[in-house]
């Protein structure tokens, strides 16, 4: 049998555990910010709306970038846009500035989450009778940070000032993209136009070789 690639499947696990603790954190304080800011209902509603928005938009081309460019560079760059995203949104000071960085969290987020759950496809994909249960872990520390991180979010903010749940979530992004920049590339073969089409010439080769087998046959 294959070794669980435990090593890999730790720092992945550990590293999405912290960026979803960091995203927890704004949590208890982002509408209550954004009401301080002079936001009604409905401005709240867009802020707490935007991120959804952008991930709406880019999950397919994001799963497409995985497959072609890998699933390291996403989980880098998208850790590295949703800590800009935390700081910019920390520094909001109105609606205006505010919604672009919502609109950014979104992003990074797609592509953090789209290059990390393809690497643990990939890195459960020798060991297929351990999926389940490697899931099950990335699943249960995924839940933990959502549950310790809104209530760490509200001690930081009545500690420092509702800005400091921001700051302290970009942290954690950084973090989270240190842990991800030490794992190795897990995808084995990177999908290209050239090679996809290759695939495709072969498969139709392939189903008119054994066409003309089976007439022959007849």
């Not at 690639?5 to 992945?12: A, C, H, N």
């Not at 991930?55 to 072609?68: E, H, M, S, Y």
């Not at 590295?80 to 935390?86: L, Q, Y």
């Not at 909001?92 to 789209?114: D, E, I, K, N, Y």
Request: hydrophobic share 45%; proline share 5%; with cysteine.
């Amino acid at each position: 049998d294959n070794k669980i690639p435990w090593k890999s499947v730790s720092v992945l696990v550990t590293s999405q555990f912290i960026v979803n603790s960091g995203f927890g954190f704004v949590i208890p304080v982002l509408p209550s910010f954004a009401a301080e800011l002079g936001m009604g209902a409905t401005g709240v509603g867009i802020i707490l709306s935007s991120p959804s928005i952008s991930r709406l938009l880019v999950n397919q081309p994001l799963g497409f970038a995985a497959d072609r460019f890998g699933r390291k560079p996403l989980m880098v760059i998208g850790t590295i846009i949703m800590s800009i995203s935390s700081v910019g949104t920390g520094f909001a000071s109105s609606f205006a500035t505010m919604f672009p960085f919502r609109l950014l969290m979104g992003l990074g987020t797609a592509a953090a989450t789209a290059g990390s759950q393809a690497a643990m496809a990939d890195l459960t994909s020798n060991v297929p009778h351990h999926r389940a249960k490697l899931l099950g872990i990335q699943q249960t520390a995924i839940t933990a940070a959502f549950v310790g991180g809104p209530m760490l979010g509200g001690i930081l903010t009545e500690l420092f000032g509702v800005r400091m749940a921001f700051f302290s979530s970009a942290v954690a992004a950084l973090s989270c993209c240190i842990g991800y920049s030490i794992l190795p590339e897990t995808l084995k073969e990177k999908i290209t136009p050239f090679n996809n089409n290759d695939n495709n010439n072969n498969e139709n080769n392939t189903k008119t070789h054994n066409h003309t087998k089976h007439t022959r046959t007849q």
